[in-house]
C-alpha cells in the first residue's frame, strides 16, 4: 500500500494538497472543483474518507495501479 500511495504522490509529496492527480480524485469522488481544494479541505477529506481511502490503496496494490504517466492534470484547472 505504501508502495502506491508514495507513486501517486510523485512530485508532491511534501504537499499533497496541491497534486493535480489528488485532486481530481477528491474532485471525483466528493464533487468539490479540483483548482478550490484548499490544504484543510484536502487534509478534512483525507481524515474523515481514511477507511475508504486505506481501501482503495489496499485495491490498488492488487491492482498493480499507476498514476498517469504525464504529469499534467486530467482536467483543465487554469
Request: aromatic letters at 20%; charged letters at 25%; proline letters at 6%.
Amino acid at each position: 500500500m505504501l508502495r502506491v500511495l508514495w507513486r501517486l504522490t510523485r512530485g508532491y509529496r511534501l504537499r499533497p494538497w496541491r497534486s493535480p492527480y489528488l485532486r481530481w480524485r477528491v474532485e471525483t469522488y466528493w464533487g468539490w472543483h479540483a483548482d478550490q481544494i484548499t490544504f484543510a479541505q484536502f487534509w478534512s477529506f483525507a481524515w474523515n474518507r481514511r477507511s475508504d481511502l486505506l481501501r482503495y490503496l489496499r485495491w490498488a496494490s492488487r491492482q498493480g495501479v499507476e498514476p498517469p504517466k504525464n504529469r499534467k492534470a486530467p482536467l483543465a484547472m487554469g
